[in-house]
């Protein structure tokens, strides 16, 4: 899942992103309200983390602009300022929630974790491949009943695996949806992650589900 954090202080948008990530969300972030707004009407997000007081455009205006572009993500303000008007005015734009500073991370894990299931309520809690489950709300996986411990980019990995089964994911689609960047030829972080990956949901069990396309990427099916 992508989150986008607009926040122009550099330690709080750093100490953000650093625990988001480590959350297991991919994370972008911008630092003034010009490029949160580009980012927020060009990119594909499930949430933004969106401080009031920002150069260039303020949150409100970056709130107001999204929602009248038709972006429906739920948006998680962040208020130096405890002021009901302050809170009002946020939720009346169109904010789902807020949160004052200073705050607490977990406080803050906690709030998007409830917003994103808000937002993905009409989408299934657990994929399912044969006996191989991800439960995206717990974040476990599970293969004929066994706990399988997947690192963060694991998870990911396999959630987009499992997100479009059958479909052929080339590299460069799998280095952009779970790494975040640009695919680079010369390398293999891919084949290593997809390998340290079947090694442990599929080497062990019946039938393999995990397929290398040769020269073209990876799929996940059930035979």
Sequence with gaps: MKILIVEDEAKTGDYLRQGLSEAGFVVDLARDGMDGLHLALTGEYELMVLDVMLPGLDGWSVLQTVRRAGREMPVLFLTARDQV???????????????????????????VRTLLRRGKSKEPETLRAADLELDLLRRRVTRAGQRID?????????????????EVLPRSLIASQVWDMNFDS?????????R????KVDDPFEPKLIRTVRGMGYVLETP
């Design 150 to 166: 997947l690192t963060a980019k694991e998870f990911g990995l396999l959630e987009l695996l499992l997100r479009r089964q059958g």
């Design 85 to 111: 008007e302050d809170r009002v005015r946020g939720l009346e734009l169109g904010a789902d929630d807020y949160l004052v500073k200073p705050f607490a991370f977990s406080e803050l894990l906690a709030r």
């Design 196 to 199: 340290r990956l079947r090694a």
């Design 186 to 194: 010369d390398t293999n972080v891919i084949e290593v992650a997809v």
